[in-house]
């Protein structure tokens, strides 16, 4: 029962971040619609239908499409998360979209076995951290975490863990704290 429960509020999540990714782009088309609907039923329609797609260009070019917010580039990110928790029972897709979706998909745990960093990161952490995401320190770039390895591991720990700003509470996944601990040490091996 809770387990469907948690499908379910992935899901809702997923959609929404389809939705508010498409209604960006499908704001301008709906809006001229019903111009475009008198056009056809118009005698003179050629030249109209012209100036129309003029008036659309201009429109179009002084209204560039906005930027994602950082919650909704968050949700993306997250988005591998979400499918590989989903995976064992099902798979969400969008009609007319292929389905399958490439995720580095981590090893079972096993109980009293932590996995090992590299697998953790590259199947978690990487989604941020390779790209810099949401501002999240590159891993590799040495410049990007020397003011935060100064800061001790404790504390660099203690926020892969439980959060920092925009840095999820263990990447957002399901780990144990030592699991944390190896994907961070791997990032700061990486990028020292
Ligand atoms: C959704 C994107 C995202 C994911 C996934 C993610 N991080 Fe981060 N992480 C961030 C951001 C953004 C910051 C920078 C936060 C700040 O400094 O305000 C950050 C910062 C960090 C830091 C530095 C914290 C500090 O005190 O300076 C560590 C360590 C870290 N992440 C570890 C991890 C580990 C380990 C994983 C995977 C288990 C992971 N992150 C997954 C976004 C992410």
Same mark, same amino acid.
């Given at each position: 029962m809770t387990m469907k429960k948690v499908v379910l509020l992935s899901a809702v999540l997923l959609a929404i971040s389809a939705m508010t990714t498409n209604a960006q782009e499908a704001a301008p088309a709906s809006e001229a619609a019903p111009e475009a609907a008198e056009v056809v039923t118009d005698a003179a329609a050629e030249e109209a239908t012209a100036t129309e797609a003029a008036a659309d260009e201009a429109a179009a070019a002084a209204d560039p499409i906005p930027e994602d917010s950082d919650q909704v580039k968050k949700l993306i990110a997250l988005y591998p998360n979400l499918v590989s928790r989903i995976a064992p029972y099902g798979k969400v897709c969008f009609d007319g979209e292929e389905c399958d979706i490439n995720i580095t998909v981590l090893a079972p745990a096993v109980e009293g076995q932590a996995r090992d960093g590299e697998s953790l990161y590259k199947a978690i952490? *990487?989604?941020c951290h390779d790209s810099g995401l949401v501002g999240a320190p590159k891993v590799g770039n040495a410049g990007d975490w020397s003011a935060r390895i100064a800061k001790g591991t404790a504390t660099l720990y203690d926020h892969a863990i439980n959060g920092f700003n925009a840095m999820p509470a263990r990447g957002g *996944?399901?780990?144990?704290d030592e699991e944390v601990q190896n994907a961070v040490d791997y990032m700061v091996e990486k990028s020292s």
């Open positions: 952490c *990487a989604t *996944a399901d780990i144990s």
